[in-house]
């Protein structure tokens, strides 16, 4: 039987660095998602990437002194490294400097070129670098960029358009009749009160004030603006317009866009009009997950809150860490990163529930069984509940993974835990084995076994290491479907469990709390410190900005009512600047003519005491004592200095 195709897609992550838990929690989401897909016979291909252009990019590579590209894969490699430690099974990954998908977004200008959908006109707008997003005055929050609340700058350039405008009514129609196309619904309301019925303007995908990014085949002075560029992937990762394109007539349109609330109106707007424009498939959902904040607060560098991902599993493992995220965000609202809620989930779930669950009736088979799951007898009313429980989870779950919704999931598969737990001291195994009574025994370890195994099989999407560790305690291969969860009974008796290790430990609370403070203060002592150091040193680039010439003293003359300040004519090459200097209390005018001085020469010029200062006269302070600077020989004047 063939199986059906299920394409799920993260953003592509920025290469900014600093990747933090939120940043992890699409991506885990959508892994347990991808696995449970997977698990359940689909045929899952599951995307993620980096989204590597843009100005932001280039400058910040400019500040590390490093080339753009240079830039980017290192963050590559940090991101691949973060996405193995958080055991994320993507099927590919796309880098938007891979050659396939440059040349494929310059194919994609030139088909919209070609049908009338791009335009050259001229630009100017509110623009947030950080963002690479445009703004207008109405959609401005107290002056800032409504997503990041940074400065906006004003830019003009000759740009392209796409005709946004145009596919206004199309787009409403679609969500009409496509109701569940922006989930969850309350994101649908925002794009159309705020975005849609104000009225879509044409947009400016094209850019000429940097150069890290796709020319444009048809105009090489542009670049493509990075949202055309990064929302592409979604299509040219599958072999859009590419000769092989298999996957692409196999996977689109993507069954599930996951993305971050403040990225819904580019998926939900620009991407379906962009489609709209290539005459392709629209993406049946795009879902817009809440953030994961730390206490109430965003997470963000300034703020100084990072949570870092590789610390925590480094450790606590990386399961608890997938738990929390899966289990304790509401989906869809945003939710709270704290250290204690983290740890108290962990001992509550993880520890209490279902680690005592997996090494008490692996304790009891082996102190009672020799290790072997016994047969079972006749199942009484108390057991068929639970038979009837773990029988029915599966098809909870797939209801709750329908709707996205990972809590939901954890919450049905835990109640088998939870409710195994409880039988075991409602049968009291003890007692039984106490009284001889090793018919009913055997049937309480074969209905515990089984039900470690239908939860086991069923967390497999979601704490995917800790899922395996418990089939092999079982002694059972682990599966990669749900196949064998269909029904009650598929443990074979006879099976050797092996107790083995606790799978969680208990956190003592209190004292964990207090080392992480600990370490806290230290790493925060530690970057204030490194940031210090970091903002003392410069690179080359900057030290480049400052132009500095030897410049001849002509005349040199005191400022009028002034002690300190001297006014010079200087000979520069071919020209002849005025500078004032406040060193008149160090040197008298007479002795300063006919010096060789080193002048900052692209100094903005400047009023001082009324008079025009053109540059600056470079001095030492020793010690308040000011000293001239001069070339140790003679040296023409207008020379360059470095
Ligand atoms: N590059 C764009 C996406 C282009 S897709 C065509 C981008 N990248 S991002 O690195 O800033 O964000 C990647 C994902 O991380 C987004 O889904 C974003 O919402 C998510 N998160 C970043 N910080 C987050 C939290 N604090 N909480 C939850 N998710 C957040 O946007």
Redesign the pocket.
């Given at each position: 039987m063939t199986k059906k195709p299920y394409y799920i897609t993260?953003?592509?992550?920025?290469s900014s660095g600093n990747f933090h838990l939120?940043?992890c929690?699409?991506t885990v989401i959508c892994d347990a998602i991808a696995r449970f897909k997977r698990m359940d016979g689909f045929d899952v291909f599951y995307l993620t990437g980096t989204?590597e252009h843009g100005q932001k990019v280039q400058q910040r590579a400019e500040k590390a002194g490093v080339t753009p590209k240079k830039f980017v894969d290192d963050l590559y490699e940090q991101i691949v490294a973060l996405w193995k430690t958080l055991d994320i099974s993507y099927d590919k990954f796309i880098r938007t400097t891979d050659s396939y998908h440059e040349l494929t977004v310059q194919k994609v200008y030139e088909k919209l070129l070609a049908s009338g959908d791009i335009y050259k006109s001229e630009y100017e707008g509110l623009y947030c670098t950080p963002c690479e997003a445009f703004w207008t005055e109405s959609q401005l929050v107290d002056g800032k960029c409504p997503d990041c609340g940074r400065e906006v700058i004003k830019q003009k350039e000759e740009s392209y358009f796409f005709r946004l405008s145009k596919y206004q009514d199309r787009l409403i129609k679609f969500y009409e009749q496509n109701p569940e196309f922006i989930s969850p619904k309350s994101r649908m309301n925002e794009m159309i009160n705020n975005f849609i019925k104000p009225g879509l303007k044409d947009l400016c995908i094209s850019r000429t004030t940097f150069d890290w990014g796709v020319k444009l085949p048809f105009d090489q002075k542009h670049v493509a603006y990075v949202w055309v560029d990064?929302?592409t992937?979604y299509i040219t990762a599958l072999g859009y317009l590419q000769p092989d394109h298999a996957n692409f007539d196999k996977y689109w349109p993507a069954d599930l866009h996951m993305?971050?609330k403040?990225?819904v109106r580019f998926h939900t707007i620009i991407w379906p009009a962009l489609l709209m424009a290539l005459d392709l498939p629209l993406p049946k959902k795009v879902y817009g997950?809440g953030?994961?904040l730390f206490g109430n607060d965003?997470?963000s560098k300034s703020k100084g809150n990072i949570v870092d991902p590789f610390f925590l599993v480094d450790r606590y493992g990386v399961d608890p860490i997938r738990y929390f995220l899966l289990r304790e965000i509401p989906f869809g609202s945003d939710g709270s990163y704290t250290n204690e809620a983290l740890l108290v989930r962990t001992n509550a779930d993880l520890v209490n529930d279902l680690g005592n669950l997996v090494s008490r009736t692996t304790a009891m088979i082996t102190q009672y069984f020799g290790g072997e799951i016994p047969s079972p007898n006749t199942y009484t009313d108390l057991d068929k509940e639970l038979i009837s429980l773990c029988e029915q989870t599966l098809s909870k779950v797939r209801t709750d993974m329908d709707n996205l919704s990972a809590p939901d999931a954890l919450t049905d598969i835990f109640r088998i835990i939870q409710r195994a737990n409880k039988y075991i001291d409602e049968t009291a195994p003890w007692t039984l084995n106490k009284n001889g009574d090793k018919d009913r025994l055997a049937t309480v370890m074969y209905v515990l076994a089984e039900c470690i195994r239908f939860a086991a099989t069923l967390l497999k999407p979601f704490i995917t290491k800790t899922s395996n560790i418990i089939f092999e305690k079982l002694g059972i291969a682990s599966p990669d479907n749900f196949k064998g969860i269909a029904k009650f009974g598929g443990t074979v008796a006879g099976t050797k469990v092996n107790k083995g290790e606790n799978l969680f430990n208990r956190i003592d609370v209190n004292k964990e709390l207090k080392e992480l403070d600990e370490i806290a203060e230290k790493q925060n002592k530690q970057t204030k410190a490194d940031e210090k150091t970091a903002d003392e040193l410069i690179d080359i680039n900057d030290f480049a900005k400052v132009k500095l010439v030897t410049a001849k003293v002509l005349s040199c003359e005191k400022v009028a009512k002034s002690d300190k300040l001297l006014v010079f004519k200087l000979q520069v090459g071919d020209e002849i600047r005025q500078v004032v200097s406040g060193i008149a209390q160090h040197y008298s005018p007479e002795y300063m003519v006919g010096k060789t001085v080193v002048l900052v020469k692209n100094l903005k010029p400047a009023k001082i005491r009324g008079v025009e200062s053109n540059g600056m006269i470079l001095c030492c302070d020793d010690d308040g004592k000011v000293v001239f600077v001069s070339p140790e020989k003679e040296v023409a004047c207008g020379k360059v200095v470095r």
């Open positions: 993260t953003p592509i992550y920025y939120g940043h929690y699409t989204d990064a929302l992937n993305v971050g403040e990225i997950h953030w994961l965003k997470m």
